[in-house]
């Protein structure tokens, strides 16, 4: 897949031909094209195509050694079982220098039981780096996962090669301006181009971190604390719950008095009124 991009190259009139050709070092073609709106004196228009983005390559230096020439970013999760997890995070903190990487951020809970790394390593050192972090105690979990951005990195590579050449070629207009008007049709392009590579460059940047330096997350957690019995505590609990239950009694038992209370002053008179009229019944 080609990559356009569009760049002036000519003043209103004055050119005939296009400034490059496609036998041009830098390997990129150009064709006429309609007058560009907005930037007064040209009436061309160059389309250069990128040979990076047709033949698929990426340039050296910037890829992965370890997937035969493709950009492949890699990251790594790992929980870990600790006895102490101040001193495995120091001591991961080592390995990773070891295998010439770095920390490149950690955090600890507040109860101290457990921990969070990010950890940086050449990709050349990650399979490594991976296996050695292992050691630091049992493994709970682990995966490992693999991003090839070749293909971005080529697309992105091929723009940035457009919008360079571009950039040069409105830089020679710009130099050869003969009218104000002309010079800032040209400049303002031209800033636009160059805002272009900048961002083009920026992410490049970023990719080729990324691929040159997996990433490897580990938590550090330690083992729960087993549960022990204690004649003490369980005593403690033992005479707690009695004094629940007694004090509940005694507190039902004060409620029920002044029931009984007046339950005893109604009792008396309906005693004795039922034994009052029993006795005509008897004498019979």
């Not at 940035?160 to 040209?186: C, P």
Request: hydrophobic share 40%; no cysteine.
């Amino acid at each position: 897949m080609f990559v356009v991009a569009s760049a002036v190259v000519g003043y209103e009139g004055s050119l005939a031909a296009p400034v490059m050709s496609s036998a041009s070092p830098g390997g990129y073609g150009a064709v006429n094209g309609p007058v560009v709106p907005g930037v007064p004196g040209v009436n061309q228009q160059l389309t250069f195509f990128s040979t990076t983005a047709a033949t698929g390559t990426v340039p050296a230096g910037s890829y992965s050694t370890s997937f035969g020439g493709r950009m492949v970013e890699q990251e790594g999760d790992l929980t870990i079982q600790v006895n102490d997890v101040k001193a495995a995070s120091d001591q991961a903190a080592r390995l990773a220098a070891l295998f010439n990487g770095y920390v490149a951020s950690s955090s600890f809970d507040d109860s101290g039981s457990g921990a969070s790394i990010v950890l940086r390593v050449p990709e050349g050192n990650f399979s490594a780096a991976l296996h050695s972090l292992s050691s630091l105690g049992s493994v709970k979990a682990q995966s490992i996962s693999s991003n090839d951005v070749t293909e971005q990195y080529v697309n992105l590579q091929a723009q940035l090669d457009s919008y360079t050449t571009e950039e040069a070629a409105l830089l020679r207009i710009l130099n050869s301006s003969k009218t104000v008007t002309d010079a800032l049709g040209t400049e303002n392009a031209l800033q636009n181009t160059q805002a272009q590579i900048n961002d083009l460059e920026g992410q490049l940047r970023v990719m080729q971190r990324l691929v040159a330096f997996g990433t490897i997350n580990v938590q550090l957690v330690q083992p729960a604390a087993n549960a022990t019995l204690d004649f003490g505590d369980a005593l403690n609990s033992a005479l707690l719950a009695f004094y629940t239950v007694t004090r509940g009694m005694l507190i039902l038992g004060a409620s029920l008095v002044p029931v009984a209370m007046v339950g005893g002053i109604a009792y008396v008179p309906y005693r004795h009124f039922s034994r009052r009229k029993s006795k005509p019944i008897e004498a019979k």
